[in-house]
Each structure stands twice: as structure tokens, then as C-alpha cells.
């Protein structure tokens, strides 16, 4: 069964520096996608980066970055220079293959604190 | 352009009552997906309907249930509420039915479900 799991339940940070979030996939389907949201204590999810299973580089969004280590089955996320307004839950998810209606599943998230 | 809309933002019901959720997707997107979010863990698939018909059922009993209409918005409908049941439940929609390419679910703020 396809699964997400993130190890770090909380995580500390220094303005402008980078933090790399952990995030490891379980599946044995060839063709998925593996996605990062952010969730403020307000509640919306925000969707931030999207990597494809057959994508060859690495995806990249502005301060956002995702290094994809397919052998591995990893896909963390790095945040350079952090922003105060970056402190908020991460969540890494799976999206499964197209035939099982393009659910997502998450991970537990990780806590992410921006230190002045 | 409007995002995805979800109402009631927050809701206080007693055990053994039923709820009905609702969520109006971006304007294009014909793909609504529900989610369960427990406080302190990561989202948990509930329904996912794309132009009307179930599409994906995640592990959730018989006594939740959804619908999607013609103009694409969607009730999520919980009989018999459980302590349980107390969470947050996200709507997510896409133009993408099943997973397709990289076409991401956007999130509404929820609705906050408390069972007394």
C-alpha cells in the first residue's frame, strides 16, 4: 500500500537560512506524483511544488525547492532563505496512480518554526 | 478569481445528529475531492466525484456520504456523528479526474466539525 511518511514532527529554523523537510514514499506503481503543501494555524492547505515520478530535474518554485531521489523513494523539500511567514505545517503527499481517481495521501507533516 | 469555497466555516453538533457539508470548487475545475483532517495528523481521503459520479472511496463507514451537482459543487453528508468525527474536513478541486499530469488539488479553509 502506497504510503508517506515524514520523521520530523517539528523543526527549527533561522531567518534567512535554508531548512530541507524530510519526506519518504512507499509504492510500487511506476507513474505517480509526489506534491508539497503548506497549512498556516489558519487551516487552508496551500499547494507549494509538484515533482513527477518521470520528471528528470528537480522541480523548483521560487524559494521552494524539491530534491527528488527516485532510487531512494525521497522527495524533501528545501526552503532557502526563510521568512518568518514560512512557520506553519508541512505536509508531503502522493498522489496514486491515475486508475484509483487521483486521491492524495499524506503524510503526519512537519512543524516548521522561523526564529527571528 | 474566486478559490475553492467551503460553508459553514465551523459547526458545534451533539452526537447521533447528521451534518451536511458544502464546497463550491474554482470555476473550471469539475473534480471535488473530501478530506478528514484529525487534529495533529495529516488529511485522510474521504470521496473524490468528477462531473457527478464517485470517482474514489477512501476507508470511511457508510454513514458519510457525498454527492457533486451539475454546476460541479458538492455535499458532504455525515449521519449519525460520532465523537470521532470531530475534525476538520477539506474540499479540494482540480480539473484533473484521475491524476493526470500535474495539475494539483486546491484547497478550501474547511469547515471545523465539533461533536459535543
Known amino acids: 500500500a502506497q504510503k508517506i511518511t515524514q520523521t520530523q514532527p517539528g523543526m527549527f529554523v533561522q531567518e534567512k537560512e535554508a531548512v530541507t523537510l524530510d519526506c519518504t514514499y512507499d509504492t510500487s506503481d511506476q507513474s505517480y506524483g509526489l506534491f508539497w503543501y503548506k497549512q498556516p494555524s489558519s487551516g487552508e492547505m496551500i499547494f507549494l511544488i509538484y515533482?513527477?515520478?518521470?520528471?528528470?530535474q528537480n522541480a523548483t518554485e521560487g524559494r521552494y525547492s524539491l530534491n527528488f531521489q527516485k532510487a531512494r523513494k525521497s522527495a524533501n523539500l528545501v526552503i532557502s532563505a526563510s521568512q518568518l511567514g514560512d512557520s506553519a505545517m508541512y505536509f508531503c503527499a502522493m498522489r496514486e496512480a491515475y486508475n484509483q481517481g487521483g486521491k492524495l495521501i499524506f503524510g503526519q507533516g512537519t512543524e516548521l518554526s522561523v526564529k527571528p | 478569481d474566486a478559490g475553492v469555497t467551503q460553508s459553514p466555516t465551523h459547526l458545534i453538533k451533539t452526537r447521533g445528529q447528521q451534518v451536511t457539508l458544502r464546497c463550491s470548487p474554482i470555476?473550471?475545475?469539475?473534480?471535488v475531492s473530501w478530506y478528514q483532517q484529525v487534529l495533529g495528523q495529516g488529511p485522510q481521503f474521504i470521496f473524490q466525484?468528477?462531473?457527478?459520479?464517485?470517482?474514489g472511496r477512501g476507508n470511511f463507514p457508510d454513514r458519510f456520504s457525498a454527492r457533486q451537482f451539475p454546476n460541479y459543487s458538492s455535499e458532504l453528508n455525515v449521519n449519525a456523528l460520532l465523537l470521532g468525527d470531530s475534525a476538520l474536513y477539506l474540499c479540494a478541486s482540480s480539473t484533473d479526474d484521475r491524476g493526470h499530469g500535474n495539475q494539483p488539488q486546491h484547497f478550501g479553509d474547511g469547515t471545523r466539525l465539533s461533536i459535543l
Open positions: 515533482q513527477g515520478s518521470y520528471d528528470e
Open positions: 470555476s473550471g475545475h469539475k473534480s
Open positions: 466525484y468528477y462531473e457527478k459520479e464517485e470517482r
